[in-house]
DNA sequence: GGCATGGATGAGAGCGCTCTCATGCCGTGC
DNA sequence: GCACGGCATGAGAGCGCTCTCATCCATGCC
């Protein structure tokens, strides 16, 4: 199998045609008649011939490919499903229009330098990023390398909103943590807390906007609310001090799941009953959530819509317009996809 | 940023030296004077040299990139941090020898054409491949793309263990097993059941294998066995089963932790208690392993090694030994990782 | 019927790189 | 002092493809 690799030459030949033809047919170009076409086609299948990407790419400058960047900041990719779901949203994309996926996982500093240095180079057509914090120095990197770009979640950096045509993909946090909120205060919740998450990411931001939105307020109660780190760990950290505090909450919203998780369980300690004494509602709808006890009240956002997203929005960047009607004539924008709070038993 | 972009051409010029002679400092060829090599290194940096991958790998014939192939049918990777992690290893490791990391993941039948057409077609130097079932389609089309390929797991279909040059990392699922039974006899249980995943996979029947062992059986006892197929649901429905057999087990063994939160889940709602009534192990050691009511004991195994393993395998064989002594004239051959028992509150 | 027109096809250059081979230069041995 | 071996360097071919441009042929028009 390996090693016969036909080339267009050979196609050619075998055709009885030449090289130029049987890569108008190869290509889809048109112009070509259509016996020879067919027979073209013939041939292909026959010797089984596969184009050389290389080649291909060394002439028109294009490489077929797209990076996908996530920096992750140590554990959050164990622990959260999120990015495995984003991938696969994105990979379904990219896969029917026949792109390739790089990806590159950023783990230290170094691995910075690595990146910029391949993206600059030319080997991918364009890339999508995860950039968790507004600190991060990706989207410096992606400005630099001047490849098409597209983020995943609003991204947060100083002067982002400034910049014209920045694109990104993100879902309503803030509708969602509405939505949470003004749940709980519809159950008769009238002291409700919130565990905030690492607020330089901007969707923990958004959350905590939106449950100041439900409540009417401009500025939290410091006595109601905690800051987590989207961790289990600082959820129960945070629901701890939430209770040190008097009077105490009678529902919480946490900024996800993890952290409602990290709740429930110094709830249960505590010996307070959910959502009897305190009502817990969280954010992402992971798996997990669904089997907590009890089953998590939560905001669910389509991750793998989220991902596709990013993929067409890029592809459109690109010029490889998924839209056939070619009617998108107004350039791609920014995505913002809707959340919605699934009601289950801890509020 | 764009469009300069230097060849080896200008570089030689500003050098004053052929293209050979850049080609071979870029490549660490040796054979240059020391001085002109770093004349040349000076030029390469003045002018941001970058390498046209596309240009080289049309002549060279590696691509520098390696697939990594994960066959999902439906939810796995969502609720399984586990591609996530191995992904990780593999991702550092192959960082580390300057490889690109291609993802491609399948959904649909479909998807096993586009992607035996990728990988025969040369586009990549190696396959990682992720083969979950053993009627999977994937083993066939490594073989027929010629490429060197391992894969993540012991391959179980129809013959494998008689192909002498499989490449596979695996973790001793049986031995793992055996440590969690023999854990549950030592705390005096007497009636241990074993909740299996589904056995067309390996990993499952290795388990399945060590909790006979440990209990010095050759078949399980039918009445302490039930079948799940890895997700919670699945787990809490054989519980339920298990229970409603007489006399009902005082401890079980499930083949991960998804069943095994399912498993307490049933326990919960039939008001046992556990470790009490019935004690719990479970496999994997997920993050919410450890925040499960009571946190479950359960089997580790170190999935971003076996990802880093994954990838150093592949490596050696693609000759890019990453043994700076070259010491390695034995082939490589398939590796298997320890388990190891996390005794927490389950059991 | 001759000529312009336009579409289908082929010839050929060249993308940026590696690698073989020829060349040139040095030091060594006789 | 000369031939020779060995090492550093350069020249040049060619990897497989795309794309421009020239060529060819059939058609339509005057």
Redesign the interface.
């Given at each position: 199998?390996?090693?016969d690799?036909p080339t267009l030459e050979a196609v050619a030949a075998h055709a009885g045609v030449s090289r130029a033809t049987v890569s108008r047919v190869v290509n889809g170009t048109a112009g070509v008649r259509p016996e020879l076409r067919e027979r073209v086609r013939r041939s292909v299948a026959e010797l089984?011939y596969?184009?050389?990407?290389?080649?291909r790419?060394?002439v028109t400058r294009r490489?077929g490919?797209v990076a996908?960047v996530i920096a992750?900041p140590e554990t959050r990719?164990?622990?959260?499903?999120f990015?495995?779901?984003q991938?696969?949203g994105i990979?379904?994309e990219l896969?029917a229009h026949d792109l390739?996926?790089?990806?590159?996982?950023l783990?230290q500093r170094a691995?910075y330098d690595?990146i910029g240095?391949y993206l600059?180079?030319?080997?991918v057509d364009g890339t999508l990023m995860f950039s968790l914090h507004n600190d991060d120095p990706l989207p410096a990197i992606a400005t630099?390398?001047?490849?098409p770009t597209v983020f995943g979640g609003r991204p947060g950096w100083a002067g982002a909103d400034r910049q014209p045509d920045l694109l990104y993909v993100d879902t309503d946090n803030r509708d969602g943590a509405r939505q949470a909120v003004a749940h709980l205060r519809e159950r008769g919740r009238t002291r409700v807390a919130v565990i905030t998450g690492p607020l330089d990411q901007t969707s923990a931001q958004d959350r905590l906007d939106g449950y100041l939105d439900a409540l009417g307020l401009r500025e939290p109660d410091p006595a109601l609310l905690a800051h987590g780190d989207f961790t289990?760990e600082g959820g129960a950290r945070a629901m701890a001090e939430l209770l040190d505090r008097s009077p105490a909450p009678d529902a919480v919203f946490a900024g996800n799941d993890l952290m409602a998780?990290?709740a429930l369980?110094t709830l249960?300690e505590r010996g307070l009953r959910v959502p009897d004494d305190v009502a817990v509602v969280g954010y992402d709808d992971l798996?997990?959530a669904a089997?907590a006890?009890p089953p998590l009240t939560t905001v669910r956002q389509d991750v793998e819509r989220m991902g596709e997203l990013m993929a067409s929005l890029l592809l459109r960047r690109l010029g490889r317009a998924p839209d056939p009607e070619g009617r998108d004539a107004e350039p791609p924008a920014p995505v913002i996809t809707p959340a919605r709070l699934i009601v289950r038993g801890s509020a």
């Open positions: 199998m390996q090693g690799h089984g596969v184009p050389n990407i290389a080649a790419s060394l490489t490919a996908v992750e990719i164990f622990t959260d499903p990015f495995a779901r991938l696969r990979g379904r896969a390739q996926l790089l990806l590159m996982l783990e691995d690595r240095r600059t180079g030319g080997h630099a390398s001047g490849l289990a998780t990290g369980r249960r798996e997990p089997w006890d």
